[in-house]
């Protein structure tokens, strides 16, 4: 049974980091994909980062600022989140799936039909 718990959100200023980390088991990355997600109330969820192997995407709106990693021993999946925006703020989403061999599921926006889902992690940026 994949599960997937997020935390690490919180309230901070304009300008200031947080660090999003996500507990994950019942998978490894050598088989699966890993993602962020973010979501404002009445808006689709935007997939704001997608890891496979060497594979690693970001939406522009966050590129520069946001950084994915993996412990694979820990299982533990991050989001390093620096200089961060109002615009930023949304509830943030961990998620996992396998790639079902498609070489681009990250960088081709496939990482959207992921069916594994964290409950979020609010992150409210102030001005």
């Known amino acids: 049974e994949v599960q997937l718990v997020e935390s690490g959100g919180g309230l901070v200023q304009a300008g200031e980091s947080l660090r999003l980390s996500c507990a994950t088991s019942?998978?490894?990355?050598?088989?699966?994909?890993v993602a962020w997600f973010r979501q404002v109330p009445g808006k689709r969820r935007e997939g704001i980062s997608c890891?496979?192997?060497?594979?690693?995407y970001y939406a522009d709106s966050v590129k520069g600022r946001f950084t994915i990693s993996t412990d694979n021993a820990r299982n533990m999946v991050y989001l390093q989140m620096d200089n961060l925006k109002p615009e930023d703020t949304a509830v943030y989403y961990c998620?996992?799936?396998?790639?079902?061999?498609?070489?681009?599921?990250?960088?081709?926006?496939?990482?959207?039909?992921?069916?594994?889902w964290g409950k979020g992690t609010q992150v409210t940026v102030s001005s």
């Open positions: 890891r496979m192997d060497g594979s690693i």
């Open positions: 019942g998978f490894t990355f050598d088989d699966y994909a």
């Open positions: 998620a996992a799936d396998k790639p079902w061999g498609i070489s681009t599921y990250c960088s081709g926006s496939y990482f959207y039909g992921m069916d594994n």
